[in-house]
């Protein structure tokens, strides 16, 4: 079995009665999920990095599994603390209130805009062309919900707090600026049972959005990604389509 690819949710929060002057339309690509067997996979996600640039997209968003597949805890993994992790990723990825890459964009972190979550720097915010983007630290595969070890569930309790506090901010500050549309970036699927629960950010079963979208980005063995156009002109805001290079699927063994 495949293991679960990555997800990234789109929201469009504009009532239907006005669609506002359009502002240039752009396109972004969403990639994650995919060297699970390196470095044999190498070769493979450098072409796939060739048919991004390819699209000349504004932005690339990451979604999540840069190290590998599986969970940090896990002993084929090599047995590590997940929040200790966490702790490094921030020093190596998220120092600095901008985007990684060699056009560098400059970014609202939580850490920086609400004093409660001093921690956060993950939790991020940018604008384009009529569109708020933010990502949330929302973890697959099963969001560090584990129960027996309570540096664990301390941390869940403590990050979906400020997860639910950064989706606020967003919508409060899209708004504010008279952006047509959301894209909230994240890793696993919130709409799982094992991955929700009371007074999470997706905590409401049955609830339907339906000015919501939820893009699923593929995964390994797949080596591809998701080229996302925004149109905040058009009613429905958001096209997408797939970005490979001629040799697109890993026939690599899974590490």
Same mark, same amino acid.
């Given at each position: 079995?495949?293991?679960?690819p990555v997800l990234a949710m ?7 009665? &006005? ?5 240039? !339309?752009?396109?972004?690509?969403? #990639? %994650? +999920? /995919? ?14 990095? &060739? ?5 000349? !997209?504004?932005?690339?968003?990451? #979604? %999540? +599994? /840069? ?62 062309g009529g569109a708020t983007f ?58 799982k049972e094992e991955v929700r ?59």
């Open positions: 079995m495949s293991p679960k789109l929201l469009g929060f504009l009532a239907a009665a &006005a669609v506002p002057l359009a502002a240039e !339309p752009f396109s972004f690509v969403v #990639v %994650g +999920d /995919t060297t699970y067997s390196p470095p044999a996979d190498y070769p493979l996600y450098e072409k796939l990095i &060739a048919a991004i640039n390819g699209v000349s !997209p504004v932005f690339t968003i990451h #979604v %999540g +599994d /840069t190290k590998g597949r599986g969970d940090c805890w896990k002993a084929n993994r090599g047995s590590a603390d997940p929040v200790k992790i966490l702790a490094v990723m921030r020093e190596v990825f998220w120092a600095k209130p901008e985007s990684m890459g060699k056009a560098r964009m400059p970014l609202v972190r939580q850490a920086d805009a609400d004093p409660a979550f001093p921690e956060f720097v993950e939790n991020a915010r940018w604008r384009h933010a990502t949330l630290n929302l973890a697959g595969s099963h969001n560090n919900q584990e129960l027996r070890v309570e540096s664990s569930w301390q941390e869940l309790i403590r990050r979906e707090e400020a997860n639910v506090a950064w989706v606020k901010a967003t919508f409060a500050a899209a708004k504010a600026a008279g952006d047509r549309a959301i894209v909230l970036a994240f890793h696993p699927n919130p709409f629960y009371e007074n999470g950010p997706f905590d409401k079963p049955g609830v339907k959005h339906p000015n919501v979208t939820r893009l699923q980005t593929y995964g390994w063995p797949d080596m591809k990604a998701v080229r996302v156009s925004v149109d905040i002109g058009k009613r429905w805001v958001f096209g997408f389509e797939p970005v490979y290079a001629d040799e697109s699927v890993s026939t690599n063994p899974l590490k």
